[in-house]
């Protein structure tokens, strides 16, 4: 497949992803493999560094489901979880920096002369 087609493949993926995921606190760490997942697609196709838009492995906890106060019991969600706003703001930060790029290139910043 051509760097484009896995540049679109990636694209379609965090928008995806943006689109679907769910309105909860926290998300499953599925939803967060996937997007490091296009990440890294991106990276390979592009042969840039793009490791401050992945949600970092730290950002991966275990969440408390329930809590007993009379035995201090706690139990915990099956699996690691990660707060929705951690991926949300990796994801928009990513979607925004490409489209910075692609404006970049349609309308240049800096001073142009008059015509």
């Known amino acids: 497949m051509s760097d484009d087609d896995q540049i679109l493949r990636a694209y379609a993926t965090i928008t995806s992803i943006r689109a679907n995921v769910p309105e909860r606190h926290e998300v499953e760490e599925r939803w967060v493999k996937e997007f490091n997942s296009a990440i890294e697609k991106l990276e390979r196709s592009l042969n840039i560094d793009l490791q401050e838009f992945k949600v970092p492995q730290d950002a991966l906890k275990r969440f408390v489901a329930s809590c007993n106060s009379l035995t201090n019991d706690v139990t915990y969600l099956e699996g690691l ?35």
């Not at 951690?86 to 920096?97: E, P, R």
């Not at 489209?99 to 002369?113: A, K, S, V, Y």
């Open 81 to 115: 979880w990660c707060e929705r706003a951690i991926l949300m703001q990796k994801l928009d930060s990513v979607l925004v920096y490409f489209t910075g790029l692609q404006d970049r290139e349609e309308n240049p910043i800096g001073f142009r002369p008059f015509k």
